[in-house]
C-alpha cells in the first residue's frame, strides 16, 4: 500500500518510564528528548518525544501500587536488596538474604522461587558496585563544580558592581588596593552594601 495517498491512522503511543534509581525524584514528572538536546537556542526543535516517568521506588506512586500488586511487590523487593546491600558484606550475600526474606513474606514469592538463578544472575552481572559509586562521585563531583561555578559568577558580579561604584565615586586608589587585598575588598563591598 506503499502508493496510497492516504493518511495512515495509527492509535496514540504513550510512553512510560518506570524509575528505580537512587535520585530523589518526584512520583511523576514529563520527559522530553529535546531536554538533551545541545545548543538549542530557543529554536523548537524538528523532533520531540515525551515520556512519563513513575517513580516505582519503595513509598512512592501509592495509588499505582495499590492497583498492581507485582509492582508494589517489585517495589519492596529492590527496596530490600539496596537496605541488605548496605549490612552485608557481599553483593550475593544480600541478594541471597534479600530473596530468602521476600519469599518468606510473600513477596514476589512465586517468581522468586521459579526464577531465583536467573534473578540472581541478572542483578550479579548488572550491578557493579565499584562503578555505581565511581557514577555517585562523579555525579557529585559535577554538581559541586557547578555549585562553584555559580558562586565565582556571584562573586564577579560583586566585584563588577563594587567596580562601578569606586569608579564612580572616583576612588582609584580603593579600586587599586581592592584588587591586591581581599579583606579590604569585603570591607568595601560591605559598605556599599554589596553581599
Known amino acids: 500500500m506503499i ?3 492516504k493518511r495512515v491512522r495509527l492509535p496514540k503511543p504513550k510512553y512510560i518510564v518506570f524509575y528505580n534509581g537512587t535520585k530523589k525524584q518526584p512520583d511523576s514528572m514529563e520527559l522530553k528528548l529535546s531536554d538533551c538536546f545541545e545548543n538549542t537556542d530557543n529554536e523548537a526543535p524538528c523532533l520531540e518525544c515525551t515520556a512519563t516517568m ?11 501500587m495499590k492497583h498492581c500488586r507485582r509492582l508494589e511487590e517489585y517495589s519492596i523487593f529492590v527496596q530490600c536488596v539496596r537496605e541488605y546491600i548496605q549490612s552485608e558484606p557481599s553483593v550475593e550475600d544480600a541478594l541471597e538474604k534479600a530473596i530468602d526474606t521476600c519469599i ?3 513477596v514476589l514469592a512465586d517468581f522468586l522461587k521459579k526464577h531465583r538463578a536467573e534473578v540472581t544472575n541478572m542483578i550479579l552481572t548488572t550491578y557493579d558496585k565499584d562503578l555505581y559509586e565511581k557514577t ?19 562573586e564577579l558580579n560583586e566585584f563588577k558592581l563594587l ?6 565615586a572616583k576612588r582609584y586608589s580603593d579600586l587599586e588596593r581592592a584588587t591586591e587585598d581581599i579583606e579590604y575588598q569585603k570591607k568595601l563591598l560591605k ?5
Open 191 to 195: 559598605e556599599f552594601g554589596i553581599e
Open 104 to 106: 518468606h513474606q510473600d
Open 54 to 64: 513513575l517513580n516505582i521506588n519503595y513509598g512512592h506512586n501509592q495509588e499505582l
Open 136 to 154: 555517585l562521585k562523579e555525579d557529585a563531583r559535577e554538581e559541586g563544580r557547578e555549585e562553584g561555578r555559580a558562586e565565582i559568577r556571584a
Open 163 to 168: 567596580n562601578k561604584y569606586l569608579l564612580k
Open 3 to 5: 502508493y496510497h495517498e
